[in-house]
């Protein structure tokens, strides 16, 4: 779906009900405040954020009833907001305002770059995708398989200790007038697959970063694609959500559209985690943007509730959907200063990838936090689902009285939870691992710095728990551990960028022995910041780690790329992402922080994601592509 034909079924959806234009992420357009006064032209702050203070602020900062906080803005598109001004429901507010103001304005609100509306073109590949082999090379999911391993074998991987210091920076892929790029790439013969913050999914050649084909979403793509490989005569699919919790299944050889539907579960439902491809079905985590739009004192907070759905691959029907939170959300009885209703239990999303246990005919998820008082038992949880029809089987909790929500963070705090957080979800996928001794355990990482091992046969029992930070908002472990069976690589952002907790700090990557949470090394990451650029720059390593046969590689909030020899901990090499660059497609485009999606080792190719303007941090909006000399493939493979 183009941009104005989303706009325009935006615009219908406004007209017929104010609530499903929540379920679209964009009912904070209908409360735009903007008067009909100039703006000085040598405004010496951001232009979109001159317009913003100027003419919004006043009704987006809690002053106004039903005004929601500008975090929500950032669920959006700039084309969505710049058709609501041009066209739409605010087109008187807006009329004093000129073209640019406006598109300044959409951009800065959104998240995103003016050139979002300008320059969209990429270079196209000449030559037409060939229908692959069937058992051709990949790395096809966000785990890497379906225990979450993050782990490539070394044939996959084609670099090693020897090789990886001649890697060197093949091209750059940038995504027009994006400020933050959170879709992990994943790849099938040669060719990588990624979403994007404008909800375009690119299918680009590996060698030399031209466009085999584009599919453009209804919204912004987080999650990485799911491959399903072609089988007999089953063609080559791709299966993504995106954030206003549509699921699509599309060809991999051009993109075109299998089918569609949608979690149909609540108005702020949101596919943030990867969904998770096995045995024909689609297992779809749910997420929520409740968080932000409790942040309006006027929300009767909170009624969303975390889970899995199921869908058939083949045609995307609904097989079976189940909850975090088993209860249905009521009325507690309680208001908010503004007599407004507490609702309740709410929250525990799942912000990550299922992991699956093929043995027990389980699906294993980590919750986050919940959003009224009293926290729910299954919030800040590992709980295991079976695969065949939703079932809840058990549940353990790792932190309790965790509740949150944005109201907690702007001034009138009235659908904050009594608790106030601290917000320490489970982020990261829980990752099956088979130990030397028969012995299965998960082993889990968590916001609060803890990593633990679980044992499954016991629901989830803590055989060992190892603290390696502080923890915070922003990690801890914050979205991925890596593991090669017996070794745990865990990064740990440890950033506190609220000033919350006052103590020593352990930004960089653990090892840990995965059957006794032993510390075997650990490598603290030195900040390479500007100083303009503090505090959204730090050391912190929140992305996933992704490990190799003698190598992990991991990247931090402050742009640095690093390979760490997988035995001692010593950096063997790194590079700082957070620079400008020439794009493949001759545009100027620049990297900031490497926040959620981590590397992916392909052939000796190593692709990354560097830019992140979400959560206070620096943004960009490039996918690099780092490689070896072609000897040193043929050698490493």
């Known amino acids: 779906m183009g941009a104005v034909t989303r706009g325009k079924v935006f615009l219908s959806r406004w007209q017929d009900s104010h609530r499903q234009a929540v379920s679209d992420g964009l009912r904070l357009l209908a409360v735009i405040c903007l008067t009909a006064t100039w703006l000085p032209a040598h405004a010496d702050v951001d232009p979109g954020r001159a317009v913003y203070e100027k003419h919004c602020m006043q009704c987006h900062e809690g002053n106004v009833p039903r005004a929601p906080h500008n975090i929500l803005f950032r669920m959006s598109q700039p084309e969505d907001i710049l058709l609501a001004l041009n066209e739409g429901v605010m087109?008187?507010?807006?009329?004093?305002?000129?073209?640019?103001?406006?598109?300044?304005?959409?951009?800065?609100?959104?998240?995103?770059?003016?050139?979002?509306?300008?320059?969209?073109?990429?270079?196209?590949?000449?030559?037409?995708?060939?229908?692959?082999?069937?058992?051709?090379?990949?790395?096809?999911?966000?785990?890497?398989?379906?225990?979450?391993?993050?782990?490539?074998?070394?044939?996959?991987?084609?670099?090693?200790?020897?090789?990886?210091?001649?890697?060197?920076?093949?091209?750059?892929?940038?995504?027009?007038?994006?400020?933050?790029t959170r879709s992990q790439p994943t790849i099938y013969d040669d060719v990588i697959?990624?979403?994007?913050?404008?909800?375009?999914?690119?299918?680009?050649?590996?060698?030399?970063?031209?466009?085999?084909?584009?599919?453009?979403?209804?919204?912004?793509?987080?999650s990485a694609i799911s491959i399903a490989p072609p089988a007999k005569e089953k063609p080559l699919t791709l299966y993504f959500g995106d954030v206003a919790g549509n699921v699509y299944a599309v060809s991999g050889m051009d993109g075109a559209l299998r089918w569609r539907t949608q979690l149909n579960d609540h108005p702020n439902a949101t596919i943030t985690g990867s969904p998770r491809l096995y045995d024909g079905r689609l297992f779809v985590p749910m997420s929520s943007r409740e968080w932000a739009t409790a942040a309006d004192p006027n929300y009767a907070c909170c009624t969303f509730r975390g889970g899995i759905a199921a869908?058939?691959?083949?045609?995307?029907?609904?097989?079976?959907?189940?909850?975090?939170?088993?209860?249905?959300?009521?009325?507690t009885g309680k208001r908010n200063p503004l007599d407004v209703p507490i609702?309740?239990?709410?929250?525990?999303?799942?912000?990550?990838?299922?992991?699956?246990?093929?043995?027990?005919?389980?699906?294993?998820?980590?919750?986050?936090?919940?959003?009224?008082?009293?926290?729910?038992?299954?919030?800040?949880?590992?709980?295991?689902?079976?695969?065949?029809?939703?079932?809840?089987?058990?549940?353990?909790?790792?932190?309790?009285?965790?509740?949150?929500?944005?109201?907690?963070?702007?001034?009138?705090?009235?659908n904050c939870p009594e608790e106030n957080g601290p917000d320490m979800d489970i982020g990261a996928p829980p990752v099956l691992i088979s130990l030397d001794s028969g012995k299965d355990i998960l082993v889990v990482g968590q916001k609060n710095g803890f990593v633990y091992g679980m044992d499954p046969d016991a629901k989830g029992a803590i055989i060992w728990e190892r603290k390696v930070g502080?923890?915070?908002?922003?990690?801890?472990?914050h979205w991925g551990l890596a593991t090669d069976g017996t070794t745990v690589y865990a990064p740990n952002a440890d950033t506190d960028f609220i000033g919350?907790?006052?103590?020593?700090?352990?930004?960089?990557?653990?090892?840990?022995?995965?059957?006794?949470?032993?510390?075997?090394?650990?490598?603290?990451?030195?900040?390479?910041?500007?100083?303009?650029?503090?505090?959204?720059?730090d050391a912190g390593v929140s992305a996933a780690a992704t490990a190799v046969?003698?190598?992990?590689?991991?990247?931090?909030?402050?742009?640095?790329?690093?390979?760490?020899?997988?035995?001692?901990?010593?950096?063997l090499w790194t590079y700082q992402t957070n620079r400008t660059f020439t794009s493949v497609a001759g545009r100027e485009a620049s990297g900031g922080s490497i926040e959620s999606d981590g590397p992916v080792v392909?052939?000796?190719?190593?692709?990354?994601?560097?830019?992140?303007?979400?959560?206070?941090?620096?943004?960009?909006?490039?996918?690099?592509?780092?490689?070896?000399?072609?000897?040193?493939?043929?050698e490493g493979q």
């Open 91 to 180: 087109k008187q507010q807006a009329a004093a305002l000129t073209r640019e103001q406006r598109v300044h304005v959409a951009s800065y609100l959104t998240g995103s770059d003016d050139t979002s509306v300008l320059d969209r073109s990429m270079p196209m590949c000449d030559a037409p995708l060939t229908v692959p082999d069937t058992g051709a090379t990949s790395v096809a999911a966000w785990g890497f398989d379906d225990r979450n391993h993050r782990f490539v074998d070394g044939d996959t991987a084609g670099i090693d200790r020897d090789s990886v210091a001649g890697l060197q920076l093949k091209w750059v892929f940038d995504f027009p007038g994006a400020t933050r």
């Open 193 to 222: 697959y990624v979403g994007s913050q404008h909800g375009i999914v690119y299918a680009i050649d590996l060698e030399s970063g031209c466009v085999h084909w584009s599919f453009e979403a209804d919204a912004e793509v987080r």
């Open 311 to 331: 869908f058939d691959t083949a045609d995307g029907k609904l097989l079976w959907k189940s909850y975090s939170i088993p209860e249905e959300p009521v009325d």
């Open 343 to 414: 609702v309740g239990p709410s929250g525990a999303p799942i912000w990550n990838s299922p992991t699956v246990d093929e043995r027990r005919g389980l699906l294993y998820v980590g919750t986050g936090e919940s959003y009224t008082s009293p926290a729910h038992g299954n919030s800040d949880a590992v709980l295991a689902f079976e695969i065949d029809t939703g079932k809840l089987v058990w549940s353990k909790q790792l932190t309790a009285h965790d509740a949150w929500n944005m109201s907690c963070f702007i001034g009138s705090s009235y």
């Open 470 to 477: 502080l923890g915070g908002y922003a990690g801890g472990i």
């Open 500 to 537: 919350r907790y006052d103590a020593e700090r352990f930004p960089g990557v653990f090892a840990l022995d995965a059957a006794t949470g032993k510390q075997l090394w650990y490598t603290r990451a030195e900040e390479d910041c500007r100083e303009e650029e503090k505090p959204a720059c």
């Open 549 to 571: 046969p003698g190598l992990v590689f991991a990247g931090a909030f402050d742009g640095q790329l690093r390979a760490y020899d997988s035995a001692s901990g010593k950096v």
């Open 602 to 634: 392909y052939r000796g190719n190593v692709l990354v994601n560097s830019g992140y303007l979400f959560g206070s941090r620096v943004p960009g909006n490039v996918l690099l592509n780092f490689a070896l000399p072609e000897s040193a493939v043929k």
